[in-house]
T-cell receptor, first 112, second 111 residues
Framework: NAGVTQTPKFRVLKTGQSMTLLCAQDMNHEYMYWYRQDPGMGLRLIHYSVGEGTTAKGEVPDGYNVSRLKKQNFLLGLESAAPSQTSVYFC???????????FGDGTRLSIL | KQEVTQIPAALSVPEGENLVLNCSFTDSAIYNLQWFRQDPGKGLTSLLLIQSSQREQTSGRLNASLDKSSGRSTLYIAASQPGDSATYLCAVETSGSRLTFGEGTQLTVNP
């Protein structure tokens, strides 16, 4: 029972570098989400997708891009990393609206 | 803008005690309210989901209530155990399947 898998688990970047975070789910869920969790701010929605080929902006989308080319995968990209993007990133998925969201274990990203 | 507040921020209780965690939200136009558990260094685990038309949900020793009109929810944990130690988060789902989270209550149950 893999559920939601995030890779990598840890990463350190230098300012200005780019990277992609991968989220994969094996539950045939339509909806997928990317959140960031910061002390004192809670979890905030970055982008989400309501199905293959769709994406939408969440609460804090600036500086991030996403793609959902396959139903099971949701990619989060940082084109030019900034120290303010140091955070723990969580991916989640759900079968449809009004259903529990299932979370991965997170990616801890530090930008120097 | 929806805002979710959880009180208290931290709670320490002896094993066996019954306890209540509180959650409030500012906009009553929600699809549901969800309670999650987060262990250190881990992701979130869904505990209970209460639909907007429901008043409460129960799972084992957990009972969650929802008063949508007043913008409040409580999570009741009966006969607490050390294994219940974790951060508990509540979140409300609004249009577009968007979850807005509170900052959580960090619970410690002492043996």
């Amino acid at each position: 029972n893999a559920g939601v898998t995030q890779t990598p688990k840890f990463r350190v970047l230098k300012t200005g570098q780019s990277m992609t975070l991968l989220c994969a789910q094996d539950m045939n869920h339509e909806y997928m989400y990317w959140y960031r969790q910061d002390p004192g701010m809670g979890l905030r929605l970055i982008h989400y997708s309501v199905g293959e080929g769709t994406t939408a902006k969440g609460e804090v989308p600036d500086g991030y891009n996403v793609s959902r080319l396959k139903k099971q995968n949701f990619l989060l990209g940082l084109e030019s990393a900034a120290p303010s993007q140091t955070s723990v990133y969580f991916c989640a998925s759900s079968y449809e609206i009004n259903q529990p969201q299932h979370f991965g274990d997170g990616t801890r990203l530090s930008i120097l | 803008k929806q805002e979710v507040t959880q009180i208290p921020a931290a709670l320490s209780v002896p094993e066996g005690e019954n306890l209540v965690l509180n959650c409030s939200f500012t906009d009553s136009a929600i699809y549901n309210l969800q309670w999650f558990r987060q262990d250190p260094g881990k992701g979130l685990t869904s505990l209970l989901l209460i639909q907007s038309s429901q008043r409460e949900q129960t799972s084992g020793r957990l009972n969650a209530s929802l008063d949508k009109s007043s913008g409040r929810s409580t999570l009741y944990i009966a006969a607490s155990q050390p294994g219940d130690s974790a951060t508990y988060l509540c979140a409300v789902e609004t249009s577009g399947s968007r979850l807005t989270f509170g900052e959580g209550t960090q619970l410690t149950v002492n043996p």
